[in-house]
């Protein structure tokens, strides 16, 4: 009953009046008295749409509400959270009739609802946005968990607005808004002369008011440019949590580097300490998950444009040139790519800054002043080196590749022409991103398993990604300043014990790739 007298109240109040009052309320008996609630809600069902789970919907919170005054002596002794808890419970179990297009489709969020075989907690982290790269599940979980705990103070121990609307009391600040209101409306000049002491006062409370926000936002931003977990302002490794996403704009800006390793998951297990004693340089990796051919070409420009690499090492995946709508994806966003200061704020003030970031960032650096040991998982994540990395989110063998691989069915509408002149035109637009007048290039095709081959020439495109493969190599040898090497040929691409599915392949490859 509480929860509807506070839910929806001008469809509450009309139903009482127009339905409730009219069949005779409460006047007339305790049994008219539950009909009248069950009819009124009926009602209220049908009004929200014409439908038979609307009904039930409407007949169940009559039902409940009746059954609440039944045993309305018994209830008054449970304890107060927990009626709450089962009001929580009851009233969005019903929510699922109500968005429900039929029963059926009811029945089967109501199966999965009292499902509990799959429950884990670390499961829980999934309901993050986007989840922090690189971080153990768990510790999403955690911090949801916390976000929720949070809320459920506010809502249980925090005063509502009716509760707080019957302890109101006329406050001189009241009294100041509401005479500017009066003044500025149209036909009451005349006001204006009689309260002209009070518009003075208002418009002192507002100014401070305002300065008040002002100092406020400022010192939001000052807050987030000096622990600037985007590092769009300076670099700090080994101290925050590292989105890809996020961070890849301001390494690009920030970071000492002469050489950029750029590419998709299949470079992501590299070790860049590796990477430095074998082949030199100051090198950063620039990468994030299911990267498009859009986000290489946007930070492929912004390296360019900045001039610091001498040195592309870049990964070339054939299926990154198929697709026709997967290429327009570009998840870096532009006010951390451009240089426009005033964009800024969208950093400063964002969202995911104050709401993901800085929390954690702020823990992460209390549990290193406590001399907390953090796990290895986690402290590669906060590593510029270890940016994505996701060599321990997998295992790798023959058995696990091969219990994630399932025979392709061929598509009969493959087109293999016009795949293939859609790639051959994306390559060389892309090649127009590069400007080869400047450092030196090294491209290279990822050893994808013998068995992804297999696979394509099942679906009918291996021979269009090998024609493709082809082109490419023959465009990219009309430069001086280029070397390819094709890894998808070599001798370990049969042995399924180096990978973790078809593609995908262990840190040892990775290895072996960068003596080569």
Not at 121 to 133: E, I, K, M, T
């Amino acid at each position: 009953g509480v929860f509807w007298r506070r839910w929806h109240i001008t469809l509450g109040r009309a139903l009482q009046s127009y339905i409730y009052f009219p069949l005779g309320g409460s006047r007339e008996g305790k049994l008219r008295t539950y009909r009248n609630l069950l009819i009124t809600f009926l009602v209220s069902g049908l009004w929200h749409g014409a439908a038979w789970t609307f009904v039930l919907w409407g007949a169940l919170h009559g039902l409940f509400n009746a059954l609440e005054r039944i045993f309305a002596k018994p209830l008054s002794r449970v304890p107060h959270w927990v009626r709450v808890g089962c009001t929580f419970l009851i009233v969005n179990a019903l929510w699922v009739l109500f968005r429900a297009e039929s029963f059926q489709s009811a029945a089967t969020v109501y199966r999965g609802m009292v499902d509990f075989s799959n429950l884990a907690f670390a499961q829980v982290g999934s309901l993050a946005v986007d989840g922090f790269v690189g971080v153990p599940n768990r510790l999403n979980a955690i911090y949801v968990v916390g976000i929720l705990a949070a809320l459920a103070v506010i809502c249980f121990r925090c005063k509502n607005s009716c509760q707080m609307l019957t302890e109101f009391t006329c406050r001189k600040g009241a009294l100041w808004a509401t005479a500017v209101l009066f003044c500025i409306c149209p036909g009451r000049a005349s006001l204006s002369i009689s309260i002209s002491k009070e518009l003075a006062m208002a418009k002192k409370w507002l100014l401070r008011l305002l300065a008040l926000t002002m100092a406020l936002v400022m010192l939001m931003c000052l807050c987030a440019w000096c622990i600037d977990p985007y590092m769009l302002y300076r670099v700090r490794d080994n101290q925050y949590l590292l989105n890809s996403r996020l961070v890849t704009p301001g390494l690009i800006k920030n970071y000492d580097y002469d050489t950029v390793l750029i590419g998709s998951s299949m470079i992501q297990n590299t070790d860049m300490q590796r990477f430095r004693d074998t082949l030199g340089g100051k090198p950063l990796r620039i990468t994030t998950g299911a990267i498009s051919l859009t986000e290489i070409q946007k930070l492929t420009d912004k390296i360019g444009e900045l001039g610091k690499a001498e040195h592309y090492y870049i990964c070339l995946d054939q299926y990154l040139f198929a697709p026709e709508k997967w290429d327009d994806m570009d998840r870096f966003p532009d006010y951390l790519m451009d240089d426009n200061p005033w964009n800024d704020y969208r950093y400063l003030l964002g969202y995911e800054t104050w709401m993901r970031f800085i929390p954690i960032d702020i823990a992460l650096s209390g549990a290193r002043a406590l001399g907390l040991s953090l796990p290895e998982k986690l402290t590669r994540a906060m590593s510029i080196d270890g940016i994505e990395d996701w060599r321990d989110d997998w295992t790798f063998g023959e058995e696990a590749t091969l219990s994630l691989y399932t025979p392709p069915a061929r598509n009969a509408a493959f087109d293999g022409a016009t795949v293939l002149a859609r790639m051959k035109k994306r390559f060389d637009e892309y090649l127009t991103h590069l400007d080869f007048s400047q450092g030196d290039y090294t491209f290279f095709f990822p050893p994808y398993s013998a068995l992804y081959w297999n696979y394509a020439f099942g679906a009918g495109n291996g021979e269009t990604y090998l024609e493709f493969k082809a082109y490419a190599e023959e465009q990219l040898l009309g430069y001086e300043n280029v070397r390819i090497f094709d890894f998808q040929n070599a001798p370990f691409v049969t042995d399924l014990n180096n990978y973790k599915d078809y593609t995908h392949y262990a840190p040892e490859i990775n290895d072996r790739m960068l003596g080569c």
